[in-house]
């Protein structure tokens, strides 16, 4: 958290000031091609230092195109979903790929995004998405003022399910970057500058800067309330880069009834809502999204139980009932295989 505060009125001009991580990038690029001098002052900083305060360059990450980085890199606790902070000006050109979504908007002048043979010039009022397992390479230019947020997939899902199952192009993109195996793409949506996009954007900064109690829910209705200002866009001010696969509108029926019946669901309540027998139905969803019934339901369930643990004080076997596990011991053993902890150490740590 930080001790000084930014007011509404201020977040762009808090914005325009070099951060500390920019005037390290500003310094390490001045000292670029004196190996020397560029060997003296990485000295003065610490690897380990640099890694969690996120400043990236080759000299640490010497393979950073090859690196897939999980939520783990972003996150440092499992009860957040959502982070965004500014992209930093001057920052090395070094690939990313990563386990998440992110949106990359763009408050002032360009920036650029290489994807494989695609070059994506990014123009004020742009609002870019980029799947997980998409490799990347921004360029900020120094006169850039752009925001970054990342988004977990289990947030995705929950929010592609409310908001916009409904509209075909966005379904297709993000139905895809969830579930499907060989389906990724950019999504970018021109926006101009819509004054509505861009007051969402700098509301979340502020509320992720200032990190007032109950900012995260405040961060999480806000990513919902950009996703259908986003709705209003003209299909033709929406490009998809990279080719994606055009999504079976009955696979997202299917994943949306296991989404909103998830504690009691079975493969033979399925079968029966869709009309196919169990066998087909198994082979369907394993062939659309790469991923089993039993995996799927897995997830969610867990999910909803990450979500609870967070907002209630409900006893950990009424939050296993809840979401459809009635063993509570074996709910436990499969909490602590995704997260690492006990739903009750999450509990006291989060």
Known sequence: MNDKKIAKSEVMQHLKEYNDKEIFYQQYASLYNDKEALKHFLEQHDPARLIKERIYIEEIFPKACETFNGEESVWESLETDIYIGKYCRLMPHLSAIHDFFEIVYVA????????????IILQPGDVCFISPGILHTPYVMEETIALQMTVRKSTFRK??????????????????????????????????????IKNVFLQM??????????????????????LCYLLRCDPAEIEIIQDCQKADSRVTQILQY?????????????????????????????HKTGKSF???????????ARSMLCSSNLRI??????????????????????????????????
């Open 159 to 196: 929010e592609f399910f409310r908001c916009l199952a409904g509209n075909s192009l966005t379904s297709d993109f993000f139905l895809n970057a969830l579930y499907s195996r060989d389906g990724g793409s950019v999504l970018v949506f021109h926006m101009v500058s819509d004054e509505d």
């Open 258 to 286: 296991i989404e909103n019946n998830c504690e009691r669901i079975t493969i033979g309540d399925l079968s029966q809502k869709f009309h196919l027998t169990k066998t087909y139905l198994s082979k369907y969803i394993t």
């Open 205 to 226: 900064y502020q509320e992720n800067y200032n990190q007032y109690a109950g900012f995260q829910n405040i961060m999480n209705n806000l990513f919902e309330i950009l």
């Open 317 to 350: 076997e009424d939050i296993s009932e809840a979401v459809g596990y009635h063993n509570v011991e074996h709910f436990i053993r499969l909490f602590k295989q995704r997260y690492h902890k006990t739903p009750n150490q999450f509990r006291k740590d989060k």
């Open 108 to 119: 002032e002048n360009n920036m650029q995004i290489e994807m494989g043979e695609n070059t």
């Open 294 to 304: 039993r995996s799927i339901l897995q997830e969610i369930r867990l999910e909803k």
